[in-house]
């Protein structure tokens, strides 16, 4: 669904919400995609949940990643995936990674994050993952 | 406005300001979906009467935090602003980080901004192929202005020209030899000089140096194109800015030079596009045609010579009896 037909590169939205100035994480994600060939919108740091949620439309991406390690995901994500769904665009993939501890991992993916990924992932791991998310097939 | 009854109901959406179909429809057409070319063409009649203003310069100049002031300052007047900004596609993978976002400063909520980022996917002259399409459809959507951010490049992106009603070209202050080489293409395309960064040591000297390199060009059509000095941090210059911007636009209407300069960049697009469609249908004929595929043979034995070939192809294939 996430794609409708469509034929062009797979893009991705890669952003920071929050108060939280690590970026690395995110820069290495946003980078790898693109090394796998997907067009990867960087919103950047402090990013309110509207304001990827505004991105992300008009970008009219595939897929968001969040990245966070600020200990703000609990707050943040839902507010983002609601935020979607009032939108009515909660079909937009959404995964996310950084330091996330499993039981709130648990949670956010019965919430709706479709993969959570924490320190040490392999970016080949986050690229497949992305590439089955963006296509749709969640 | 009740509009044309024959728009299809996606165009219709676009024009009442549905920012979601405008987005998806942006989408298509970056991928040349034969699906969207309808609406495309339908939305035409209502395009060309908007200021399109072309942001470009090296890397780093500062051109997409020039963007987010002056959105700053357009909506603070009421102004709703388009953009579409773009950065390049990697060569290796076809990829791409579109990073113009990241100084994007505005309300989440505010409508009256619409901000697209686009990979130019191989296109070189700092644009992508599509671009001039996409700043149409946002022409269509009824954005007051619209901003095109190109590629940094190091050399100065041309093409934006082709797309642009003012053009503005983005220095810093120490480019020094970069500007000697920049030079032509700098008098080619620049309706508007920034000299920003001005809050770094050399500004004045940049600005100086700049406006007697514009004292030796000769005022292209009437219009000298004025150095402004800016600063995003001040920040400083902005007002200005807009107001040698919006000096050019008007001069381009109490001239009459719009409709020249729009009729210009139309001719061009048009012979563009079959210059396009016809180099694939040679291309693709050349590998079918018998007859093309014994000219071909010729030319690999070096018994024609190309521009011979290419002539005589032309004239009996093509050119009119
Ligand atoms: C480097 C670092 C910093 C650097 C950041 C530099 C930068 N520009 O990024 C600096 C020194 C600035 C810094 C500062 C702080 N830090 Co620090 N920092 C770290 C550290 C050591 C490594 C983070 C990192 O860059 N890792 C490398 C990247 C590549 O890994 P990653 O981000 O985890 O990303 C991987 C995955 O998580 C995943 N991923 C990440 N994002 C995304 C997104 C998507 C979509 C997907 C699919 C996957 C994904 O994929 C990546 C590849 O595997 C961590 C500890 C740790 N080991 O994680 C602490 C850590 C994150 N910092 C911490 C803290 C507390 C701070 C400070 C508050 C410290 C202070 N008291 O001053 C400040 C706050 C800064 C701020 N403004 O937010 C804590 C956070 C605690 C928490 N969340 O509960 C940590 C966990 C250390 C700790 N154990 O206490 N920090
Ligand atoms: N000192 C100073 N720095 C500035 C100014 N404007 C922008 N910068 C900085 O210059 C860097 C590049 O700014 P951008 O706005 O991203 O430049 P850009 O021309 O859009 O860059 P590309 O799109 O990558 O070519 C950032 O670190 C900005 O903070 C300014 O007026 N003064
Ligand atoms: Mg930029």
Redesign the interface.
Known sequence: MARRGRTGPIRVLIAKPGLDGHDRGAKVVARALRDAGMEVIYAGLRQTPEEVVRAALEEDVDLIGLSILSGAHMALFPKILVLLKAEKAGNIPVFAGGIIPDEDARRLKKAGIKAIFGPGTTLQEIVTTAQRLARGAA | MTGSPRLPPVARAIVDGD??AL??T???V????PRVAGIVRSLYPRTGRTPVIGLTGPLGVGKSSLLSVLIGQLRARGKTVGVVAVDP??P????????D???LERK??DDGV????M?SRGEAGGIAASTREVARLLDAAGFDVVFVETVGSGQVDVAIRGVATTSVVILVPHLGDEVQTLKAGLFEIADVFCVNKADLPGADLAAKDLSELVALGAARDGWAPPIVPTSTTTPSGIEELWTAIDAHEQFLDSTGQRTQHERARLSAEIAERVKDRMGREVAERLTRDPELRRLLDRVVARTLDPATAAEELFRTHYAPK
């Open positions: 920012r979601r987005a998806r942006i989408s298509a970056e991928n040349g979906d596609s990697s290796y993978s076809g990829g791409s980080v579109l990073g976002r990241i100084r989440a909520n619409f901000f697209r980022s990979a």
